[in-house]
């Protein structure tokens, strides 16, 4: 399929006269465009072709159709690529073929339902053009679809079912464009409209920044504060962009003559140079210490290694620890910092979206022991959180998505209206919009009161830990192995298990078990245990797992369950006999994608 890259467009949907008769608001999209084409991505039976080719005749650029170019530069129908080389072959191929045409000029691209998906091919469309996600409901996609029964993904036993679990594995993604706009049955022509009024009030002028637009431009982006009231230990989260290139002269003007040890691991060394620049230009000394990347380094051996390589960079008593990443790094370096001259300051610069709405914020730090997770620990509070958002720019969906987990458990322990936002806007959070950055501020100051009021979990603290009995235990029984299970997929299926016990208990309605569970299958979040791949555990496993939890309390244990959305309380003393029944019947809840 090497013909597939090079082959120039043999056929484009070209509008005829149209230049000479541009009127002023074609005109001015087009120079907001600044050279850039438009790339529209969606599902199948989404209307990309027949969308596309009106808009492109509406702004006077050619249209293109990337599938028709596969086949045509193939020679093959696609489905005959996917049943000679497979998909990883013909995605390969067709990311080639997008990157090609956005080369070859200006225009409108329909692309395939799984292009975007691509990470080459979606970062090649972000550099060189403006994404709109045109998006669609089940039933009108399989209305449409229906008539075109030839799309190699549909052809299944079930293809409903089959269309189901593509929304909710894509729609997460598709909502990384920087336009969605929502197709509904009706003239194409109201689309077209759509699109253009959207590329009025989203693009920059030709006069502002011309970096790739988002729906909510960068230099509107705000920043944000909260401040953790311990008295004299009083600290302050910021969170906003750029937090990282401003670090040395944040640390310089809280810290002066500060040397810092940076504590990061292996995967972050682009975040590493950023801070490290930083650092120079405020002329703080520095020593980077960097560990091999997740739960393994949460233990003994990495606590050891970590203290040692601090002490031997000769860094005192008066000098900081820098947490570089997620929340492994944040717990580890925060109880070096604990240990290390019986208490050295330390700086938490989250790097992924789990770590700068939970694990930063509160003091706790830890390592795992082989009987359970942060079974070894203490209470140590950093001097201050840099939640950059730019840093989760190029965080993994699978670890967005986790992170996300626990912005959830915010609104359902305590802050209903929260859930409630958070299900009318969680595309734009995962397009890294400005209601990102509200999320993550919401999520802190819910952390930040009850911390103030509770540092030390004596009693309304434990209420954070809402689906951590369940999804601790799950961890403990994968290993804490990143492959079957990290920690926010272990929060999520730990909420749903908190709710169906409260349900089956009878403090909540069944309803509300069901409106979180679709709110987590829409972000592609797992709800069931048996959604842990290689798994095999039965219900005494898991039990005997919960009892390492640290909330167990002379031998009984402590869930955190709920009597409704944002109603979650404290229940102590639950017998190990209902634990055990629920389990047993939960194991046996039919499999959810």
């Not at 810290?255 to 590493?272: E, G, K, R, Y």
């Not at 029984?477 to 016990?501: D, K, P, W």
């Not at 009878?506 to 829409?522: I, K, M, R, S």
Request: charged residues 20%; contains cysteine.
């Amino acid at each position: 399929m090497t013909s597939m890259s090079d082959t120039p467009s043999p056929a484009l949907h070209r509008p005829s006269g149209h230049d000479e008769q541009r009127d002023r608001r074609a005109q001015a999209i087009i120079d907001r465009l600044n050279g850039r084409s438009i790339v529209l991505v969606g599902m199948m039976g989404a209307g990309k072709t027949s969308v596309g080719k009106r808009l492109a005749t509406a702004l006077g650029l050619n249209f293109v159709d990337a599938d028709h170019e596969i086949e045509s530069a193939a020679g093959m129908t696609i489905s005959d690529i996917f049943e000679r080389h497979g998909e990883a072959y013909f995605r390969d191929g067709e990311r080639r073929v997008v990157n090609r045409l956005m080369h070859e000029g200006q225009r409108v691209i329909a692309t395939g339902g799984g292009a975007f998906i691509n990470a080459a091919t979606r970062d090649d469309i972000a550099k060189q053009g403006i994404s709109i996600w045109i998006k669609a409901d089940m039933d009108v996609l399989m209305r449409r679809v229906r008539k075109r029964m030839n799309r190699p993904l549909l052809q299944t036993v079930d293809p409903e079912q089959t269309m189901r679990l593509l929304i909710n594995e894509r729609y997460p993604i598709y909502a990384l464009a920087d336009f969605t706009v929502v197709s509904r049955d009706g003239p194409h022509e109201n689309m077209v409209e759509t699109i253009m009024s959207a590329l009025e009030n989203g693009l920059p002028h030709k006069d502002e920044n011309t970096a790739p637009p988002q729906n909510a431009p960068r230099q509107h982006i705000p920043s944000a504060d909260v401040r953790v009231n311990l008295g004299q230990r009083s600290y302050d989260i910021k969170i906003g962009y750029d937090l990282i290139e401003q670090a040395g002269a944040t640390i310089a003007s809280l810290f002066p003559s500060s040397a810092c040890a940076i504590v990061t691991d292996q995967n972050l060394t682009q975040h590493l140079a950023k801070l490290q620049r930083s650092l120079d230009d405020a002329g703080i000394r520095h020593h980077s210490i960097v560990m091999p990347p997740g739960e393994a380094s949460k233990s003994f051996d990495g606590f050891s290694r970590v203290c040692d390589a601090i002490i031997s960079a000769r860094m005192e008593r008066g000098d900081l620890i820098i947490a570089l990443g997620g929340g492994v790094i944040g717990d580890l370096a925060g109880y070096a910092a604990a240990s290390i001259r019986r208490g050295m300051r330390f700086v938490q610069i989250p790097t992924s979206l789990l770590a700068q709405v939970d694990s930063s914020v509160g003091g706790k730090t830890g390592i795992n022991s082989i009987h359970g997770k942060n079974l070894i620990g203490a209470f140590h509070q950093p001097s201050l959180v840099l939640a950059d958002t730019d840093a989760l720019a190029s965080l993994p969906l699978r670890e967005f998505k986790a992170g996300y987990a626990e912005i959830v458990k915010y609104g359902l322990i305590n802050n209903a209206p929260f859930f409630s936002w958070l299900e009318q806007n969680w595309h734009s959070i995962f397009a890294r919009e400005a209601a990102l950055i509200e999320a993550v501020r919401i999520s802190c100051q819910s952390k930040a009161d009850i911390v103030a009021r509770d540092e030390t979990e004596q009693g309304e603290r434990a209420l954070l830990n809402l689906g951590h009995t369940f999804g601790h235990a799950l961890e403990t029984l994968t290993h804490y192995n990143s492959q079957q299970l990290v920690h926010g997929e272990g929060v999520a299926i730990g909420i749903m298990c908190a709710l169906r016990f409260s349900a089956q208990l009878g403090l909540c309605a069944q309803t509300d078990v069901l409106q979180v569970e679709q709110h987590f299958n829409a972000v592609g979040l797992p709800t069931d245990i048996n959604n842990i791949h290689g798994l095999n555990a039965n219900a005494d496993m898991i039990l005997d797992a919960m009892f390492q939890d640290k909330k167990v309390e002379r031998g009984a244990l402590t869930f955190i369950l709920l009597k409704g959305i944002g109603e979650s309380f404290i229940a102590k003393n639950i017998p190990p006999s209902d634990v055990h029944a629920f389990l047993s019947q939960d194991l046996l809840r039919p499999t959810h994608a």
